[in-house]
């Protein structure tokens, strides 16, 4: 199936993540009967958040977008962005946070990575992209930077609100006094996350595990193959490019991502069910 849209209607973009989800799952498949995503955060309390909290994340994830895209300049394929748009919202439709607008864009650089921003700005390579066979493994990458956003893992790890949720501590605290040195923290984190996106990573095997668990509950959810993160991870395992190597200087080993996916599906039953890939509607846009 094959649908025009244009992205930057509201409208019709509603009408696309519809009828896009709709596609998935018109193609013989049928999204689970339990709900996994629910399982899994069920089991991770976090202290409440407030309605500050939320406009500082999402106001330091646009200005820290803002520098991303003065690194790397986004791909100039309307088409390509426009679908990679469409997959992404499908998938962002099973997040928990409704109070996101996410944004997904692609990048212009043989880099083999994608990333996350606060408040859902989430960035993928066209080198991650060249590595792709499916929709449901594009699905996957993008699922896996949702999980950091919705797991808040960069707002606990520049600190702009406290794991405690302390009004008088982390960022967020600073910011609301406003003056020099508000502008100041500000600034300084922004660094430090651009820090950890392209040279340092998160530096937490917790936190991607975390990612990459949350991929295949929402890709299960949306009607996608919940194996195909792992099948991605499989084949660029393989690939010995310099691109590559900085990508394993940055995360856990693939091998143990893999492992723990594999135990994660085999646990709740994912194995046996039969969802939609998409390879050749990949083809037609990539």
Not at 102 to 123: E, K, Q, R, S
Not at 202 to 229: C, I, M
Not at 233 to 243: G, M, P, T, W
């Amino acid at each position: 199936m094959k649908t025009v849209w244009r992205v930057s209607d509201s409208k019709l973009l509603k009408v696309a993540v519809v009828v896009l989800g709709m596609a998935v799952m018109s193609n013989g498949m049928s999204q689970p009967e339990d709900n996994f995503h629910k399982r899994l955060f069920a089991s991770i309390p976090d202290a409440p958040y407030t309605e500050d909290d939320i406009e500082t994340e999402i106001l330091f994830g646009r200005e820290l977008a803002s520098k991303v895209l003065g690194k790397y300049q986004p791909l100039q394929n309307d088409q390509l962005n426009a679908y990679v748009n469409k997959v992404g919202q499908v998938v962002a439709q099973m997040s928990e946070r409704s109070e996101l607008q996410y944004h997904f864009i692609v990048l212009d650089t043989d880099m083999i990575n994608a990333f996350a921003a606060p408040g859902g700005y989430i960035f993928v390579t066209k080198g991650a992209l060249n590595n792709v066979e499916d929709e449901s493994e594009l699905a996957a990458i993008l699922a896996h930077e949702i999980g950091h956003v919705e797991l808040r893992h960069y707002v606990k790890k520049v600190r702009l609100r406290s794991e405690k949720g302390s009004k008088e501590d982390g960022l967020g605290a600073i910011l609301s006094g406003g003056g020099r040195a508000a502008t100041q923290a500000f600034n300084e984190a922004l660094d430090e996350t651009m820090e950890i996106l392209f040279n340092k990573g998160l530096q937490s095997k917790k936190d991607e595990f975390e990612a990459d668990r949350t991929s295949v509950f929402l890709l299960a959810n949306a009607g996608y193959d919940p194996t195909a993160l792992m099948r991605y991870f499989n084949r660029i395992e393989k690939n010995q490019s310099v691109q590559m190597q900085i990508l394993s200087e940055t995360h856990p080993p693939l091998g143990e991502r893999i492992n723990e996916m594999d135990t994660l599906i085999e646990k709740n039953g994912l194995s046996t069910i039969n969802l939609a890939k998409l390879q050749e509607r990949f083809n037609e846009y990539h």
